[in-house]
């Protein structure tokens, strides 16, 4: 799995450096790309060895293949979908902080720009996130033509190489005693999509559903939620500081944003 990771020397950044090296370590056939893009080049010798000091500091700790790599630039989202394609990347690593609006502005606006562009998953991790091996999995669904607009492959590898219990979970207001037709033929669609991984079906009656998978990742002790991005306004929702009372929640467990089919 190779995944790019970029560096903009703010905390936020480090943090997710440090959980994609967390993640990554030991497992066979993965490596890490630290990126950072400068704007000028009296700003490239110190970004040089600014990456090197952190490339020395994740490798003496977690036992995963990590190189640097800085360019100049002015477009980082531009410039990283480039290297996603020159580096056939499987997964972007990106920090997010909610700490307050000029910093989201910064930060976070880059990060759900990346997530929305349909390049490859990108792995959205909080600013006060600490790791936590990844052994329980929410994957939401909207329960909508899943079997077509699923993206089971990207799903399936990382289901593949982290090898975490599957929660499939589904928050709808109408859910009442059982759930309808419809909704159990989605369920079929998607226990036969995911069948190696035994996943587990869950269908939530609330109203509020930032409010639903809190309280179910909590029960769950869920270690990171899959979400399939089909309207760009859900991410940026779920991540508005003011959107929700939950930020605790939202600051403490990755999302891996993956994009439907």
Known sequence: MTTIVPVDFSATSYNAAHYAA???SGHPKSSILLYHLYSSHSDELQAVEEMGKLKEVLSAKHTVPISTLTRPGSDLIDELVKEVHIQHADLIVMGITGRSAMAQAFIGSNT????ERKVCPVLIVQEHAEYRDVKNVMLTSEMIN????TPTDSIKKFLKTFKPKLSIVNVDSDHYVAITEEYEKER???QQLFAEFNPEFYFVRLFNTED???????DKEI???IAVQRDHSWLHKMFKPSYTKNLSYHSSIPVLVVHEQ
Do not use: E, G, N
């Open 22 to 24: 967390q993640l990554l």
């Open 146 to 149: 899943t079997y077509y607009s």
């Open 223 to 225: 270690d990171l939620v």
């Open 112 to 115: 759900l720009k990346m997530a």
């Open 212 to 218: 639903a998978l809190h309280m179910f990742a909590t």
């Open 188 to 190: 079929k669609a998607l």
